[in-house]
Antibody
Framework: EVQLVESGGGLVKPGGSLRLSCAAS????????MSWVRQVPGKGLERVGH??????????QFAAPVEGRFTISRDESKNTLFLQMNSLKTEDTAVYYC??????????????????WGKGTSVTVSS | DIQMTQTPSSLSASVGDRVNISCRAS??????LNWYQQKPGKAPKVLMY???TLRGGVPPRFSGSGSGTDFTLTISSLQPDDFATYYC?????????FGQGTRVEI
């Protein structure tokens, strides 16, 4: 069974750093496109960033609000995805979900949806 | 970035009602639209992709329509398990912008 379990959330002061982990089982994190999605309590969903599979180049892309402050990496030996968050701001307070992408082919184009989700880990940025 | 706007932001309905939720994209996204359902305290689950393709296991009372910029999620006969928040997401770009959500309440 494919499963994702996030950890590492907590309380951090503005300007601080935090690293979130997403332990995967049932598949290899290197073989999948994966993303981090966040949700401010009571609000909507925001994709934070994603990482391509190793075979697709392993590059990352981030949403504008976190570009330059957040990075995504993975440890194949631990089958774990990471989100390194630096220079944290109060507006980064949210529940952070790790997800896999399902990528399919429709005609000559690709489509995707966020397939498997973890339960989320809560990050609070406050002084 | 593509902007996604859902209407209404919330609605009240009864069991058995037909419910429509709209999603509009700021530019054409062809049929590259996903719908998710989220219940309180839980992660979202995908219901539909490519605007109208039901994910396996999703009840057929859910349907989707639209292309270009305007899309609709329809629940033909609302069931108690369907009270939740629904989000659309464009899959035209890997930015995957979500709509702000529509809360379906009793």
């Amino acid at each position: 069974e494919v499963q994702l379990v996030e950890s590492g959330g907590g309380l951090v002061k503005p300007g601080g750093s935090l690293r979130l982990s997403c332990a995967a089982s049932g598949f290899s994190v290197s073989d999948a496109w994966m993303s981090w999605v966040r949700q401010v309590p009571g609000k909507g969903l925001e994709r934070v960033g994603h990482i391509k599979s190793k075979s697709d180049g392993g590059t990352t892309q981030f949403a504008a609000p976190v570009e330059g402050r957040f990075t995504i990496s993975r440890d194949e030996s631990k089958n774990t995805l990471f989100l390194q968050m630096n220079s944290l701001k109060t507006e980064d307070t949210a529940v952070y979900y790790c997800t896999t992408y399902h990528i399919g082919v429709a005609g000559y184009d690709y489509y995707f949806y966020m397939d498997v989700w973890g339960k989320g880990t809560s990050v609070t940025v406050s002084s | 970035d593509i902007q996604m706007t859902q209407t209404p932001s919330s609605l009240s309905a009864s069991v058995g009602d037909r419910v429509n939720i709209s999603c509009r994209a700021s530019q054409s996204i062809r049929s590259y639209l996903n719908w998710y359902q989220q219940k309180p305290g839980k992660a979202p689950k995908v219901l539909m992709y490519l605007a109208s393709t039901l994910r396996g296991g999703v009840p057929p009372r859910f349907s989707g329509s639209g292309s270009g910029t305007d899309f609709t999620l329809t629940i033909s006969s609302l069931q108690p398990d369907d009270f939740a928040t629904y989000y659309c997401q464009e899959s035209y770009s890997f930015s995957g912008t979500f709509g702000q959500g529509t809360r379906v309440e009793i």
